[in-house]
């Protein structure tokens, strides 16, 4: 057995993910010369993205190099798992300087579902690294057609805790809060800051903490935000409700995003909680783009925290306490189209069945 004073905490990880062009490398480019970023590897495509020239203070053996910052720059291995197993193995053998945090540059093309996946589930990464948020930019210019047009996009936009509008320097402040209102509705938990911002270092881009569900320190409120998505209607996403953009492109792309939020004052039976994941899961995963929820179970005090991206949930973890005197299971979804009533059609004939399952002969 592993004695304690070998124990490492996993590292935290942050997926920056946002459109192709969106002006990913630009905001990295800049985070990871500041001194808050020492002890931070940066896993990009290539070093040609991002302009090391004058930051480069040691070139360290294979895919990785130092900066003056402190910050070690890392290119992708063949795939993410190989990648995330050489950083730790290396930092064990003493071969790079230690991390206590890891930030992954997506291509801008990639639906992030999959990595998250892989961060959420390969047994070898969750030893040693935690997922613990999403990053997504989005250009102020072509943001709002690249959401009417590519799932990538919306999938992107959907599954982000923080949001950073870039490029706003290039467009008018009425189309900048066009964009994010619709982004607001899409993702009403999100953060919105543009790029420019003071708020924009990566101390503060960097540790958000909403997909690591550390129950001891998860902030409720925050990481659900069921509020934001309770006076929003439900259609706001559709075809027929959508914004067009300069590109004028509306008619070609016909996935309607929506995002609201289920209540139930009634405690829910565990087996009836699992059986609508599963049945949810099982039918319209692809659909789920993200599901987070606290839930009153029926045979513990204690709530039940859920959270999943398109077929894929986290282990359920259990909190220590409620976080206030509301008991009510709260559940927000941003899905793709896919509206509010056939979810809670399911949830009723799942918690109808298990009644009738426990119900006395
Ligand atoms: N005017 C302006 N241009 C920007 C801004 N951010 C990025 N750009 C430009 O937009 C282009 C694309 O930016 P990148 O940072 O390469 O975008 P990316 O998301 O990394 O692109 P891919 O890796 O190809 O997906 C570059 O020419 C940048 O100089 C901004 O805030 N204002």
């Known amino acids: 057995m592993e004695s304690a004073s070998n124990y490492l905490p996993p ?52 895919n990785t190099v130092l900066l003056d910052s402190g910050c070690v720059c890392c290119t992708m291995l063949s795939d993410l798992s190989a990648t995330l197993r050489d950083l730790h193995r290396r930092r064990m053998v003493g071969e790079i300087p230690d991390f206590d945090r890891v930030v992954i540059e997506t291509t801008g093309l990639a639906d992030p579902g999959p990595i998250l996946h892989t961060l959420m589930t390969d047994r070898v990464i969750l030893g040693y690294f935690k997922l613990d948020g999403v990053v997504t930019t989005v250009d102020a ?72 569900l550390d129950p001891e320190h998860l902030d409720v409120d925050r990481w659900l935000k069921a509020e934001a998505y309770d006076h929003r209607d439900n259609h706001a996403h559709h075809p027929d409700h959508r914004h067009d953009d300069d590109d004028n492109i509306s008619s070609r792309h016909h996935d309607a995003i929506d995002s609201f939020c ?83 059609d399911l949830f009723r004939i799942c918690v109808a069945a298990v009644e009738a399952k426990e119900a006395p002969l």
Do not use: C
């Open 11 to 62: 590292v935290p990880i942050t997926v920056l993910t946002g459109f192709l062009g969106s002006g990913k490398t630009t905001l990295l480019t800049r985070l990871i010369r500041q001194p808050a970023m020492a002890r931070t590897v940066v896993i990009v495509n290539e070093f040609g993205e991002v302009g090391l020239d004058h930051h480069l203070v040691a070139e360290a053996s294979g």
């Open 141 to 212: 210019v072509h943001g709002l057609g690249q959401l009417n047009r590519n799932t990538e996009s919306m999938t992107q936009v959907a599954v982000a805790d923080r949001i950073v509008v870039t490029k706003t320097d290039l467009a008018s402040s009425a189309s900048l809060s066009l964009l994010k209102s619709r982004l607001r509705e899409m993702n009403p938990a999100a953060s919105i800051q543009e790029s420019d911002s003071s708020e924009v270092t990566g101390l503060l881009m960097f540790e958000s903490a909403n997909y690591s």
């Open 262 to 344: 289920l209540t139930s004052e009634k405690p829910v039976r565990w087996g009836a909680l699992v059986g609508f994941l599963d049945a949810l899961t099982q039918l319209r995963g692809a659909d789920l783009l993200r599901v987070k929820g606290l839930v009153d179970v029926e045979e513990s005090d204690l709530p039940v925290v859920i959270q999943g991206v398109e077929h894929l949930f986290h282990p359920p973890s259990q909190l220590q306490s409620w976080p206030d005197s509301d008991r009510r299971s709260r559940v927000v979804f941003i899905t793709r189209n896919l509206t509010r009533e056939p979810i809670e």
